[in-house]
């Protein structure tokens, strides 16, 4: 998957590191555009366009070599990821999750605490759902719609516009300077 379609070659092939060795793929909606992530679940590949103009994506399946729509929602996908039998469309502010024979599973919108905001999610082989957040780092899922949430006991980011020591005691304070100079 790139800026400019999607590719591939024989996986046994010596010199992939060779552009040349790579062909594009002709036979899906725009061929000449942009994917941003591409996938093998349950022996099927599967892509994401990511139309810019729109803003919204479209996840096509290869299916007996023909490239058939598999997801739309109007909205970005920023992600296709697969874990203990599942397949995750990860979105700005959703996870939507399909199980082996390609039925919604469930569809994540929120923890409880807060919308969500996932970069990534996977099942592992207890089923305990984790998600990376954008705001609230590790969201650990282990039940029903009970989610918890790990993250350092630190500044909320690297942004810091201070720093001092103290007794032996690091202190910072987060943030960052504004074009006034204010904080």
């Given at each position: ?44 590949i599967y892509a994401c366009y990511h139309d810019n103009s729109a803003n919204k994506s ?9 490239w058939l729509e598999f997801y739309s929602d109007n909205k970005t996908v920023t992600k ?104």
């Open positions: 998957a790139t800026e400019s379609g999607i590719y591939y070659a024989d996986k046994n092939n010596p010199n992939l590191a060779n552009f040349e060795e790579w062909q594009k793929t002709s036979n899906i909606a725009f061929p000449n555009s942009k994917y941003t992530s591409i996938l093998e679940f349950n022996n099927s479209i996840v096509y399946r290869l299916q007996d070599n023909q296709l990821n697969s874990s203990n039998n599942r397949l995750f469309v990860i979105e700005e502010n959703a996870i939507i999750i399909f199980n082996n024979n390609l039925i919604e599973e469930r569809r994540i919108t929120d923890y409880g605490f807060a919308a969500a905001e996932p970069f990534d999610a996977l099942y592992d082989t207890d089923n305990k759902l984790y998600i990376a957040d954008r705001y609230y780092g590790m969201v650990i899922n282990s039940s029903g719609n009970t989610f918890s949430s790990i993250h350092p006991n630190g500044p909320f980011n690297n942004n810091v516009v201070d720093i001092d020591i103290q007794n032996s005691k690091l202190w910072l304070a987060g943030g960052g300077r504004s074009s006034f100079w204010g904080n």
